[in-house]
T-cell receptor
Framework: GQQVMQIPQYQHVQEGEDFTTYCNSS?????IQWYKQRPGGHPVFLIQ?????EVKKQKRLTFQFGEAKKNSSLHITATQTTDVGTYFC??????????FGTGTRLKVLA | KAGVTQTPRYLIKTRGQQVTLSCSPI?????VSWYQQTPGQGLQFLFE???????NKGNFPGRFSGRQFSNSRSEMNVSTLELGDSALYLC????????????FGEGSRLTVL
């Protein structure tokens, strides 16, 4: 079945350092979404990418969708303590369901 | 606009019992999907409903079932509970479903003893 892997599983960074999480799908995706879940909270939508090679920016966050639409990345520039949480990618390939990645837990040390 | 509401927020059950969880989506949203979240397995898709019809389901045993009512509210039921069913159950609503943005509720944390 379709699988979506994310790396790394955990990442500890010093405040001000950059952070990147990668998402890889076993199948071609129709679109991909990114969510952030704060500790004790629920996933909150960040962005959706649809086009091959698409790049979107939200302030310090940069999202990319691979040319083959099988991988994606989220890059945070100059992390802040408010960036703490688990980042999930979620992809779909033509069915009425999203397959969530395994998540990357980010810890930011002040 | 009120967000997605899930009840109960916390519950404790014993093995062999059954449980029903409820989800009220954002007003106007017709798609409701359910996910099981555990530390070891992450977020796993259970099923998705749209206008009272189940459009897709994940790889869970038949003990897990759900339904959606005409007002879009949804319930999921787990029968003959097992210890491994302990998890956070998240409901998400969206206006039309895939590929739209999912709005998650706070979840129902189930502990099976």
């Amino acid at each position: 079945g379709q699988q979506v892997m994310q790396i790394p599983q955990y990442q500890h960074v010093q405040e001000g350092e950059d952070f990147t999480t990668y998402c890889n799908s076993s199948t071609t995706l129709s679109n991909i979404q990114w969510y952030k879940q704060r500790p004790g909270g629920h996933p909150v939508f960040l962005i959706q990418l649809v086009k091959s090679g698409e790049v979107k920016k939200q302030k310090r966050l940069t999202f990319q969708f691979g040319e083959a639409k099988k991988n994606s990345s989220l890059h945070i520039t100059a992390t802040q303590t408010t960036d703490v949480g688990t980042y999930f990618c979620a992809g779909t390939s033509g069915t009425y369901k999203y397959i969530f990645g395994t998540g990357t837990r980010l810890k930011v040390l002040a | 606009k009120a967000g997605v509401t899930q009840t109960p927020r916390y519950l404790i059950k014993t093995r062999g019992q059954q449980v029903t969880l409820s989800c009220s989506p954002i007003s106007g949203h017709r798609s409701v999907s359910w996910y099981q979240q555990t530390p070891g397995q992450g977020l796993q898709f259970l099923f998705e409903y749209f206008s009272e019809t189940q459009r897709n389901k994940g790889n869970f045993p038949g003990r897990f079932s759900g339904r959606q009512f005409s007002n879009s509210r949804s319930e999921m039921n787990v029968s003959t509970l097992e210890l491994g069913d302990s998890a956070l159950y998240l409901c998400a609503s969206s206006p039309l479903g895939v590929p739209g943005e999912l709005f998650f509720g706070e979840g129902s944390r189930l502990t099976v003893l």
